[in-house]
């Protein structure tokens, strides 16, 4: 028992589903070719490489789909190729997604350049912080420390301002207030700063300079107005300038929800190309059945999980020692949709479920219950129908209420090369939802539907 509980143990936090993986872990698998062949270094990094000016590009994707881990490849790549990146997680320590402005994003910027760049004492962010300071002082209950201070405490200084507007709602709206209005100044200093540091280090030119926002595609939906704009569009498209204006290269994650609205043109224009979308990996096919590539990949990820645990012994097979037999990995696999955190935490709750090895059926059963039952909560009694509709045509409406089960995983994204090597794109419910009843009696009576309107076109 002793031995199978530090098996259990490493086998749990090798699942750990919130932590990317670095670039070059040994443990990351190679999806391309079951996500339709696409590559970040390729569509994002490539253009980068490319471009004579300073690119703004827009990543994408569902939670917990791998977009980090990606970013963080595309990190080192470029770092690799004579850039210097500056990658940072927005909702780490900077910006409230339940709550977020631009001006929020424009300060965390400001904080993670300051703190990768550094520059000297004498810089002109801090000059345009000092600016500012009395009133951010009495704001922040003399938090903040007036003066010419080192690098290293101006740093700390503006990790204060951000964490606090994470941290305080009440403090957050008035810090804007004091901001909002100077962002133009800010902007220049920052650009000022981001020159001087960049022709004072080995890089010598802005041009070699990467900001990479990522958490951002978490920023949750505000619908507000009367013309029922939300928080979204006005971040990334009323706020655009501001976003582009920086002296660098650009990458932002953005919601899933926003790439497939009507907006999503105004995106292409306004960045100057395609938001770029990580999409599921394919375990089944549009018409149900079992795609092998997809489900082998699935298993290829937990795979290299399990066996990185110390305590687990490559003697151990993976569907026989691990898991009791090759259905009850397959279920688990196929019950994720292609989404890795999801396998992530179906993998979690049956391992804690366990006792003893192997993981049973019955475990792996219990966990895809217990989320199932998450997935019911998270569907409104009018969404029921415009599911059933998807699973059905496997096409979405470019709509609100598409663009919200999009941007709750209810709703996941495939892609596949056809024949031609045209890349295909299909929608399906994530296949928890499928076993919930309410599903079944709105997919009953769609099924119904379409047979009935067939019906009466042949009649």
Same mark, same amino acid.
């Given at each position: 028992?002793?031995?199978? +509980?530090?098996?259990?143990r490493?086998?749990y936090?090798? +699942?750990?589903p919130?932590?990317?993986?670095?670039a070059?872990?040994?443990?990351y698998v190679?999806?391309?070719?079951?996500?339709?062949?696409?590559?970040?270094?390729v569509e994002l990094?490539?253009?980068?490489?490319?471009?004579e000016r +300073?690119?703004?590009?827009?990543?994408?994707?569902?939670?917990?789909?791998?977009?980090?881990?990606?970013l963080l490849?595309?990190?080192? +790549?470029?770092?690799?190729?004579?850039?210097?990146?500056v990658?940072?997680?927005?909702?780490?320590?900077?910006?409230?997604?339940?709550d977020?402005q631009?001006?929020?994003?424009?300060?965390a910027?400001?904080?993670?350049?300051?703190?990768?760049?550094?520059?000297?004492q004498?810089?002109?962010?801090?000059?345009?912080?000092q600016?500012?300071?009395?009133?951010?002082?009495?704001?922040?209950?003399?938090?903040?420390?007036?003066?010419?201070?080192?690098?290293?405490?101006?740093?700390?200084?503006f990790a204060?301002?951000?964490?606090t507007?994470?941290a305080s709602?009440?403090?957050?709206a008035?810090?804007r207030?004091?901001?909002?209005p100077?962002?133009?100044?800010?902007?220049?200093?920052?650009?000022?700063?981001?020159?001087?540091?960049m022709?004072?280090?080995?890089?010598?030119?802005? %041009?070699k300079?990467?900001?990479?926002?990522?958490?951002?595609?978490?920023?949750?939906?505000?619908?507000?107005?009367?013309?029922?704009?939300?928080?979204?569009e %006005?971040?990334?498209?009323?706020?655009?300038?501001q976003?582009?204006?920086?002296?660098c290269?650009v990458?932002?994650?953005?919601?899933?929800?926003?790439?497939?609205s009507?907006?999503?043109?105004d995106?292409?224009?306004?960045y100057?190309?395609?938001?770029?979308?990580?999409?599921?990996?394919?375990v089944?096919?549009?018409?149900g059945?079992?795609?092998?590539?997809?489900?082998?990949?699935?298993?290829?990820?937990?795979?290299k999980?399990?066996?990185?645990?110390?305590?687990?012994s490559?003697s151990?097979?993976?569907?026989?020692k691990?898991?009791?037999?090759?259905?009850?990995l397959?279920?688990l696999c196929? #019950?994720s949709?292609?989404?890795?955190?999801?396998? #992530?935490?179906?993998a979690?709750?049956?391992?804690r479920r366990?006792?003893?090895l192997?993981?049973?059926?019955?475990?792996?059963?219990?966990?895809?219950t217990?989320?199932?039952?998450t997935?019911?909560?998270?569907?409104?009694?009018q969404?029921w129908?415009i599911?059933?509709?998807?699973?059905?045509?496997k096409?979405?409406?470019?709509?609100?209420?598409?663009?919200?089960?999009?941007?709750?995983?209810?709703?996941?994204?495939?892609?596949?090369?056809?024949?031609?090597?045209?890349?295909?794109?299909?929608?399906?419910?994530?296949p928890?939802?499928?076993?919930i009843?309410?599903?079944?009696?709105?997919?009953?009576?769609?099924?119904?539907?379409?047979?009935?309107?067939?019906?009466?076109?042949?009649?």
């Amino acid at each position: 028992m002793a031995d199978d +509980f530090e098996i259990l143990r490493g086998i749990y936090n090798a +699942f750990d589903p919130f932590r990317p993986l670095p670039a070059k872990d040994p443990v990351y698998v190679d999806c391309r070719e079951v996500r339709g062949d696409g590559d970040i270094l390729v569509e994002l990094g490539n253009q980068i490489l490319l471009a004579e000016r +300073f690119t703004h590009q827009l990543y994408t994707g569902h939670r917990g789909a791998g977009k980090s881990t990606e970013l963080l490849r595309l990190a080192k +790549f470029l770092e690799e190729h004579g850039f210097q990146v500056v990658y940072f997680a927005a909702d780490d320590e900077d910006i409230d997604t339940e709550d977020a402005q631009y001006t929020d994003i424009l300060l965390a910027c400001t904080r993670h350049l300051l703190q990768v760049l550094k520059g000297p004492q004498e810089n002109p962010i801090w000059r345009w912080v000092q600016s500012r300071m009395q009133a951010l002082k009495e704001l922040l209950q003399s938090e903040i420390t007036l003066g010419n201070i080192s690098i290293e405490s101006q740093i700390t200084q503006f990790a204060k301002l951000t964490a606090t507007l994470k941290a305080s709602p009440d403090t957050r709206a008035k810090i804007r207030q004091i901001i909002e209005p100077h962002t133009v100044s800010l902007i220049e200093a920052l650009n000022q700063f981001i020159a001087e540091a960049m022709a004072n280090s080995s890089y010598q030119s802005t %041009q070699k300079l990467v900001v990479i926002a990522d958490n951002l595609d978490r920023i949750t939906p505000v619908i507000a107005g009367e013309e029922a704009r939300s928080n979204h569009e %006005q971040i990334f498209i009323d706020r655009n300038e501001q976003l582009k204006a920086l002296n660098c290269h650009v990458i932002y994650t953005v919601p899933i929800s926003l790439v497939y609205s009507g907006r999503v043109t105004d995106l292409r224009d306004i960045y100057d190309t395609d938001p770029q979308v990580l999409p599921m990996i394919m375990v089944r096919e549009s018409d149900g059945e079992v795609y092998q590539p997809g489900l082998d990949t699935m298993k290829e990820v937990i795979a290299k999980r399990v066996y990185q645990a110390e305590a687990v012994s490559p003697s151990l097979g993976l569907d026989s020692k691990i898991f009791d037999a090759p259905e009850t990995l397959d279920q688990l696999c196929l #019950m994720s949709g292609g989404h890795v955190r999801n396998l #992530m935490l179906l993998a979690q709750s049956s391992v804690r479920r366990t006792q003893a090895l192997p993981i049973t059926a019955r475990t792996v059963k219990r966990a895809i219950t217990e989320a199932r039952n998450t997935y019911r909560h998270a569907v409104y009694e009018q969404q029921w129908p415009i599911l059933a509709k998807v699973a059905l045509t496997k096409r979405i409406l470019h709509d609100l209420a598409h663009r919200e089960l999009l941007f709750n995983r209810c709703i996941l994204e495939y892609r596949f090369l056809d024949q031609d090597d045209e890349l295909q794109c299909w929608y399906d419910v994530h296949p928890l939802i499928r076993g919930i009843q309410e599903f079944q009696t709105a997919w009953s009576e769609a099924k119904g539907k379409k047979v009935r309107d067939a019906e009466a076109e042949t009649s």
